[in-house]
């Protein structure tokens, strides 16, 4: 088949690395760059060793023929319009998480892109990882009975990010950062049930006075005092078949780093890291650990293998922007929580 021909706005952290990752995948190309710093376009272009198409601007790029699939890896801010410019051009378009930096946002994208009929993907670098896929096999062949309760956390002790005002500023935070990784992957998990209500807690307790930033590094001031976001909150959704799911991330603590699914089912427990899988037999604990490799190249296959499909045969896509949307709105819900005190209820 065809390959897909992408171009990746917001050539930075993660854009590079999809932009690495779609090199080992063959139904996809990459073709194209775009970000608002040149440098940054001319050292991946170095580094992939062909000549890229390259645009200042998205709203060019999108217009640009040639161009089939965009890949948005901009700040969380900037996703909702690039998708806008890319899906109102019939591109095909794939965003890093949170969808958005707001559940308004996060709508409008959902609404747009499906009215276009342009192939539309949340890239879930959690969900999709080995592991969290192998757990879910279990999770739907019944091995685990019913599923009744579940925890998750994502817990940093020294992780503000101090490269992008976007990550700090309002539409930024813990929550849609590592929280959305954590939250989606159980709520798949879980089989995607519909979330009624949400209670939280959360605040910044080390951003705003310049603590905790990444690895310890300490940025200036004139960087952290434009902080506006949380950088912990914790809470439980609650779900229409009486599931509930306590859910906490932090991006700064005075406790242990650690990223955790625990799920418990009437006939088996499990727990992601290190994989296990806790039953009982004949009487007895029985609990299994796994060894799953966790390769990078199994994630993008998985990704832009399937994506290109979707563009291609028409198949239906896994990760639809529309899971982005729920998920947005269950955190939108944890952080309303959190500042009002109150519990949200979905309609
Ligand atoms: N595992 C994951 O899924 C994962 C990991 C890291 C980051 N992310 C997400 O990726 C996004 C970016 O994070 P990052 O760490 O790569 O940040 P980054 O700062 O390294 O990269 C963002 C890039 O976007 C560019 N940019 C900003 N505004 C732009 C615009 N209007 N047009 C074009 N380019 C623009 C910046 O110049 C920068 O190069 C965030 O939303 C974050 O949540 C996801």
Known sequence: MDKVRFAIVGVGGIGTAHGRAMQSVPEVELVGLCDIIPQKMDAFEEELGKPMKKYA??????????????????????????????????????????????KEAAREAVEAAEAA?????????????????????LCRGGELGEMYYARARSIRRAGIPDWNLGFIEA?????????????????????????VSVTG???AKFGPVGKHY??????????????????????????DNGTGLIVESFWASHQSPEVQIELFGTEAGARLSPLTLYKTVNGAPHDT???????????????????????????????????????????????????????????
């Open 171 to 195: 539409g930024g935070g813990a929550f849609r950062d590592m929280g959305v990784h954590v939250l989606d992957s159980s709520w798949w998990l879980l089989g995607q049930p519909r979330p």
């Open 57 to 102: 601007k998205f709203e060019e790029l999108c217009q640009d023929d040639e161009i089939e699939a965009i890949f948005v890896g901009t700040p969380n801010q900037v996703h909702v319009p690039v998708i806008l410019s890319a899906v109102g051009n019939g591109k095909h378009v794939m965003s890093t998480k949170p969808l958005s930096s707001s």
């Open 289 to 347: 650990v796994v060894d799953i490799k966790d390769a990078q190249v199994d994630y993008a296959r998985r990704i832009f293998g399937h994506f290109a499909d979707c563009v291609r045969n028409g198949t239906p896509e896994e990760a639809p922007l529309r899971h982005g949307l729920i998920v947005q709105e269950m955190m939108e819900a944890m952080l309303e929580s959190a500042q009002t005190g109150k519990e949200i209820r979905f309609d």
């Open 117 to 137: 009929g342009v192939v539309n993907s949340m890239s879930l670098t959690m969900r999709f990882s080995n592991t969290v896929q192998y757990l879910g096999k």
């Open 201 to 203: 807690v959360g605040g």
């Open 214 to 239: 990444w690895d310890f590094r300490q940025p200036p001031e004139e960087y952290w005092s434009k902080y506006d976001s949380d950088d912990y909150a914790g809470g439980i959704v609650r779900f």
